[in-house]
């Protein structure tokens, strides 16, 4: 122990300079950050940062019992949480040549959908983007709300704001359509589409018409929006569904649970938005939201992403990384999005699989 080399004069003389310059060194930058925020008040324990047992494990629905008897020190941290107005860094991982980090916007998902937070939680992503450029950061990737539409258009608003950025902004929203669409089973012909429309939404609906598969709404509004926004070219067609038998169900935000109980026996839902599903049926498979494995020479990975199982990314996350790899020097962001199959073939090139769950041996047993 040190303070026994000290006592009997066998201390290193050069172990305080070794020190003193270790503290020196210059911070490292990131080349990738990925900008999420928290979810519920438990979801401070479930970070990196946090409880390691938490955060080894996906975030549940259900909190754990004894995490109910910490409420006076979660109630603190909530407090500290809401008063601190800057990201803050919960991750440090490494991928090839890239020091990837993930940042922290310290606000929770209901705040996202009052509008009284709007004006603070801009400024908190602004300034997150300002600094990861200033860092000399390639590539920020906006996610779960923090890309919202209603809040910055995707990511728009700072990229006219300071159009002068060196950093590209990435939503993530082709990698995520091009993961729901390879999610679909090959043979499969017909799939119902259902939720609010956004990037993703449409994006899969004009990617499931060029691969001549119909796409059912369950509502005649739909129908027409769809007819409307989409390539009139589009070698498919849409129909309106009335009785609930489509298997293939492609989910988003606004599928409500009066809808999701009148499914078929045996459907499949894959959700192509940033948060899963309420699971309300056992005789149904719900997939995983956008997400992929990460390849094995993925380092320092020691913490679930959220709801996902261990080692698994987000889409969006993911988009990111591959953004950075294949040096792509524009923004996706807004209403702009990629070639899908170009992003998709991208990011298996890079080494992320996608899950094998056999999906089709479900369907249509």
């Not at 080399?5 to 990131?30: A, F, H, N, Q, W």
């Not at 979660?74 to 490494?94: D, K, P, Y």
């Not at 606004?254 to 999701?260: A, D, R, S, V, Y």
């Amino acid at each position: 122990m040190p303070i026994y080399d000290y006592i009997y004069g066998t201390v290193d003389e050069s172990s305080d300079e070794t020190y003193e310059t270790s503290l020196k060194r210059p911070k490292e930058s990131p080349n990738v950050v990925h900008l999420t925020h928290l979810t519920t008040p438990d979801s401070l324990y479930h970070l990196p940062i946090g409880i390691a047992s938490l955060a080894s494990n996906p975030l549940s629905s259900s909190s754990k019992w004894y995490l109910r008897f910490m409420w006076p020190f979660t109630f603190c941290l909530n407090l500290m949480a809401s008063i601190f107005g800057h990201s803050f860094v919960s991750e440090r991982t490494t991928f090839k040549n890239l020091n990837l980090q993930t940042w922290v916007v310290p606000r929770f998902t209901k705040q996202y959908f009052l509008k009284r937070h709007t004006t603070t939680l801009n400024k908190i992503i602004e300034a997150a983007i300002l600094e990861a450029n200033s860092s000399g950061a390639k590539v920020l990737s906006l996610g779960l709300l923090n890309q919202k539409e209603e809040l910055n258009g995707y990511g728009q608003i700072y990229i006219q704001k300071y159009p002068q950025l060196k950093i590209k902004i990435v939503d993530g929203s082709s990698l995520a359509a091009a993961i729901v669409l390879n999610t679909i089973p090959k043979a499969t012909t017909q799939v119902l589409l259902r939720g609010n429309f956004d990037k993703v939404y449409f994006a899969i609906a004009n990617a499931l018409c060029e691969r001549n598969v119909q796409v059912a709404t369950l509502y005649k509004d739909e129908l027409t929006k769809l007819h409307r926004r989409l390539n009139k070219k589009s070698k498919g067609d849409f129909t309106l569904s009335t009785n609930y038998t489509p298997k293939i169900w492609l989910v988003g935000d606004g599928w409500n649970e009066e809808e999701q109980m009148k499914a078929a026996k045996g459907s499949v839902f894959i959700p192509f938005s940033q948060f899963p599903p309420n699971k309300l049926r056992k005789d149904c498979f719900y997939h995983y939201t956008p997400a992929m494995i990460a390849p094995p020479s993925f380092m320092n990975v020691h913490s679930c992403e959220n709801w996902l199982p261990r080692r698994a990314m987000s889409a969006w996350r993911i988009a990111g990384i591959v953004h950075a790899l294949e040096g792509w020097n524009v923004n996706e962001c807004g209403f702009s999005t990629f070639n899908v199959n170009q992003v998709w073939h991208a990011t298996i090139r890079h080494g992320f699989q996608p899950f094998k769950i056999p999906i089709d041996q479900f369907v249509f047993q």
